[in-house]
């Protein structure tokens, strides 16, 4: 059965002093994590940031429950990571989320049956209480999805990819675009006898980022944003994986709808998957929708 979380009643201006306040007296605790997700405002922009930057300091945190996908096959019956750590960041125009979980491998590769870690953002391509099905949309409503992969990642740090770094005893005789002097050529050749490029697979595309941007309306459509803008940032240390997504709150390309603005009520969902586990595709953890407060530079918490 799918189900829609019930809004709790504190409001989010409790919620973001929860979030903040310490003990009245003595030693200061740390405040517990909220069940809904404030994005703190940021004057100066949000930037580019990255995990462990001070900026997330003052971001409130909140906890939000995983659940297996238990709904369509293949399905993941137990989980193995009950709840991420979030904290969310905007400003006119970004949004940025610093997700964390624990994790004891971090799984970046994806060759000989191995799977990467990686984790998801789900975002309503408008505003409101309203929302799409929370198992990625449903048919005419759908949701906009942030993919990070460890992969990704690891293919971006280590610079231009080639075949000999995931196997370095590769023998190759003879690439077409080998031939060319001319670098116009090459790159021509190159895209040609690279059959993914040629068929048009953005999967093939050079990658500049970490993170692909998608939309679906339902289990089973998955597919590419017209415009692939996000970003994405990660670090991996005593066993938790820590993951920055940077997207766009509005991309006048994106179908679906106008997108959020600062100062806005809307809602995120989140999946991850432990490569480890052997958990790809529908193989996953995922979360309902969780309130989410976007702040603005007259943002009081009264909306």
Known sequence: ??????????????????????CSG????????????????VKSGVGEPKPGDKVWQQAPLAAVAMLPQDLT???L?????????????????????????????????EVEGKFPDAVAVQLPPAPGGETPDPTMGQAGRPVHIHFWKASYQQNLDRG????????????????????????????????QFTTGLAAGNPITRKRTSSVDDLIAEGFGTLSFLPMQVSKGWSSWRNLKWSVVVLS??????????????????????FAVWDGSRKQAGSRKMRSVWTPLALGASDYTGQR
């Open 77 to 109: 019956m137990d989980s193995g990571i009950p709840s991420i750590h979030v904290k969310a960041l905007c400003d006119d125009k970004n949004i940025a989320f610093n997700i964390e979980w624990y994790d004891s491998t971090p799984d970046t590769a």
């Open 73 to 75: 096959d293949p399905k």
């Open 1 to 22: 059965m799918l189900y829609r979380p019930i809004i709790p009643c504190m409001t989010f201006a409790g919620i973001l002093i929860a979030a903040l306040a310490g």
């Open 160 to 191: 231009e990819w080639s075949l000999r770094q995931n196997f370095p005893n590769a023998s190759v005789d003879h690439y077409p675009s080998d031939a060319a002097t001319d670098q116009a050529d090459k790159e021509k050749l190159s895209e």
């Open 248 to 269: 766009p709150l509005a991309v006048a390309d994106w179908p679906g709808g106008p997108g959020l603005k600062a100062g806005q009520n809307s809602f995120v969902a």
């Open 26 to 41: 003595g030693a200061k605790k740390p405040a517990p994590a909220a069940k809904n997700v404030v994005a703190l405002y």
